[in-house]
């Protein structure tokens, strides 16, 4: 990149501190020279942040020409959640226990899914994962997200509006875990999500046949 004389930017408004404390960065073992943040840095908090390299923020004033700054910038509440949940996080090894809870969820939702009647996956990457529909495997190009819209992508949104849950219907929204979830509330997940596959495929007539002209039309309303 470098080479190129272009910078490596990461923006992690979703995936930040998700996977441990140097993100999808540490994950990977990649070095951006830019990364932006979302409210995770404020502990939840309405707040956002950016970091890079000391030679990249020499840029920034009172050292450079490029002035930033905002009305609550430096908020003294989002800093001082965002250093406690963090902290907590630390001291608590919050990434161990995420991950496996995140394997756990893998292994009881990824069991309801290899039955369902239309191929599906759960694609999950630390706290962070989806349910893949119309693919066995994590979907990798457009196509893959139209046939999911012609399958069960809206159907399974009958599955929002189940007491207790609120899964987004499309990756465009994922799903987290959180340390306030529990081994109990995956296996009430992975339970409902199994009744919600049983409602739908028990008019598998019509519904298949709705699918069909999908197929055919290429429709998506």
Not at 15 to 32: D, K, N, T
Not at 148 to 160: D, M
Not at 195 to 219: N, P
Request: charged fraction near 20%; hydrophobic fraction near 40%.
């Amino acid at each position: 990149m470098h080479e190129a004389w272009a910078l490596l930017i990461f923006d992690e408004v979703i995936s930040g501190f998700r996977l441990g404390p140097g993100g999808p960065a540490e994950h990977y073992a990649l070095q951006p020279d830019l990364a932006t943040f979302g409210k995770v840095i404020g502990g939840g908090m309405p707040v956002g942040g950016f970091g890079a390299s000391r030679e990249n923020m020499k840029n920034l004033a009172p050292e450079g020409g490029v002035y930033q700054g905002g009305t609550l910038s430096g908020n003294p509440v989002a800093m001082t959640a965002g250093l406690t949940a963090l902290k907590y996080l630390k001291e608590q090894q919050g990434w161990g226990s995420l991950e496996e809870l995140g394997r756990y969820l893998e292994k009881r939702v990824g069991a309801v899914l290899k039955l369902s009647p239309v191929p599906a996956c759960l694609v999950r990457i630390g706290s962070i994962f989806w349910i893949a529909w119309a693919s066995n495997t994590p979907p990798r190009a457009a196509e893959a997200k139209r046939r999911e819209r012609r399958t069960l992508l809206r159907q399974s949104i009958q599955w929002t509006t189940r007491p207790g849950y609120a899964l987004a219907p499309s990756a465009y929204e994922v799903g987290f875990l959180s340390l306030a979830h529990t081994q109990s509330d995956i296996d009430r997940l992975a339970d409902s999500l199994a009744d919600v596959l049983e409602q739908i495929f028990s008019g598998a007539g019509s519904w298949k046949m709705q699918l069909e002209t999908d197929e055919h039309t290429g429709g998506d309303s």
